[in-house]
């Protein structure tokens, strides 16, 4: 008989032990997934999550995800967000910025003698915010250290500069995941990317909120 008491009372011990533990877990689980710190994820453990959900892309000494953190973890109390350092992240892709600028960067002013800007065809700044919009833009005079260090660009020159990431869909698969810089919030519904917001303003604009970019759109001094 006492032996069937010692048995039944460490029996009901591990059964107490076992459900504290699981107790604790489940808070564990939720927060990792989408709570406010990052957390070390493989690209096989992001693709293979299913449902709707995001993927905040980020780093240590980055001041645009600085700009946006408490704006991230608000959205996260809504939204599934799975926050991810891309120095943790093994298997991601660089974004070639040189062919980018090439490709979408338009020369479209230039400073006179006077130091006046002079937009070509006779556009007015009301039209160049037209057709060069702040959301994917920025209005940029190129000046000698920026000549120096991009290719192609001409030293005092007016360019509107494409800062939008133009990625493919070959480029949003596991395989070839390509990160061109961060900030970056990437959205999955069941293991694919369909949409992707860059950089602090598109984030902002993104979630509609009322935080400034950091950086300016016009920047012709």
């Known amino acids: 008989m006492r032996k069937k008491i010692i048995n039944s009372i460490i029996v009901l011990f591990v059964l107490l032990f076992i459900g504290g533990g699981l107790f604790f877990l489940v808070p564990r689980v939720r927060e990792e997934t ?23 892309f980020n780093r240590e000494d980055c001041p645009y995800c600085d700009n946006v953190k408490k704006d991230i973890e608000k959205f996260a109390k809504d939204e599934k967000v799975i926050m991810v350092d891309t120095e943790l992240l093994k298997g991601i892709k660089n974004y070639d910025w040189d062919a980018h600028e090439v490709k979408y960067d338009v020369e479209i002013g230039e400073k006179t003698d006077g130091r006046a800007i ?28 920026y000549a120096e260090l991009h290719e192609g660009k001409k030293y005092g020159k007016v360019y509107a500069v494409y800062t ?24 999955f519904r069941d293991h694919v990317v369909i949409n992707y917001f860059f950089d602090d303003k598109e984030i902002i604009a993104f979630l509609k909120l009322n935080t400034k970019p950091l950086d300016s759109y016009w920047n012709l001094d």
């Not at 007015?124 to 000046?143: A, R």
């Not at 990625?167 to 949003?172: F, G, I, P, R, V």
């Open 34 to 56: 989408t709570g406010s710190r990052n957390i070390k994820y493989t690209l096989e453990q992001l693709y293979n999550q299913s449902g709707h959900f995001y993927v905040y």
């Open 118 to 145: 002079k937009f070509y065809d006779g556009k007015t700044e009301k039209d160049i915010k037209q057709l060069y919009p702040s959301l994917n833009y920025k209005i940029l005079w190129v000046n000698q250290r």
């Open 164 to 187: 939008h990431p133009v990625l493919e869909k070959e480029d949003l698969k596991k395989e070839n995941l390509i990160i061109p810089a961060v900030p970056i919030l990437m959205e």
